[in-house]
């Protein structure tokens, strides 16, 4: 009878362990940023292309500024374009106005909130969802 209670003890732990484990959830970081390239600039706007993305890369929780060359980080409005050109998604100071995946060939217009664009300004891009790493651009 021992033996018995001992081992349906032990059956039991091993279920409820697989159960806590499969309740759990891992936060994986990306470690592949965004790959952009300069298409255009302005005096107040930049335009960038997304040449690729890793996949599952989305516009949830991304984060945009724009720092002038020897400045402090500015905000930044955007607007993403799809590769056919279409509006897709607009970024304020509160984020992205839509969840959308980030492909290659789609286009981001950046403009700072304050100040002209000036080569050796950076834009940083970052997602707090952990979808893509930390972006940078230096605007030439």
Same mark, same amino acid.
């Given at each position: 009878a021992t033996i018995l209670m001992v081992a349906i003890t032990v059956v039991l732990a091993a279920v409820l362990y697989v159960m806590v484990m499969g309740m759990t #959830? #891992?936060? #994986?970081?990306?470690?592949?940023?965004?790959?952009?390239?300069?298409?255009?600039?302005?005096?107040s706007t930049v335009t960038i292309g997304i040449t690729s993305a890793p996949n599952g890369a989305t516009t949830d !929780?991304?984060?945009?500024?724009y720092t002038p060359k !020897?400045? #402090?980080?500015?905000?930044a409005t955007a607007t993403l374009y799809s590769a056919a050109g279409t509006v897709v998604?607009?970024?304020?100071?509160t984020g992205f106005d839509a969840t959308v995946t980030l492909t290659s060939g789609m286009t981001l217009v950046v403009t700072p909130t304050s100040g002209s664009v000036s080569a050796g300004d950076v834009i940083t891009?970052?997602?707090?969802?952990?979808t893509f790493s930390t972006s940078t651009i230096t605007v030439s």
């Amino acid at each position: 009878a021992t033996i018995l209670m001992v081992a349906i003890t032990v059956v039991l732990a091993a279920v409820l362990y697989v159960m806590v484990m499969g309740m759990t #959830t #891992t936060n #994986t970081t990306i470690t592949t940023p965004l790959a952009l390239n300069q298409q255009g600039k302005t005096s107040s706007t930049v335009t960038i292309g997304i040449t690729s993305a890793p996949n599952g890369a989305t516009t949830d !929780g991304v984060s945009i500024s724009y720092t002038p060359k !020897g400045g #402090t980080p500015l905000g930044a409005t955007a607007t993403l374009y799809s590769a056919a050109g279409t509006v897709v998604a607009n970024y304020t100071s509160t984020g992205f106005d839509a969840t959308v995946t980030l492909t290659s060939g789609m286009t981001l217009v950046v403009t700072p909130t304050s100040g002209s664009v000036s080569a050796g300004d950076v834009i940083t891009i970052s997602s707090s969802q952990n979808t893509f790493s930390t972006s940078t651009i230096t605007v030439s």
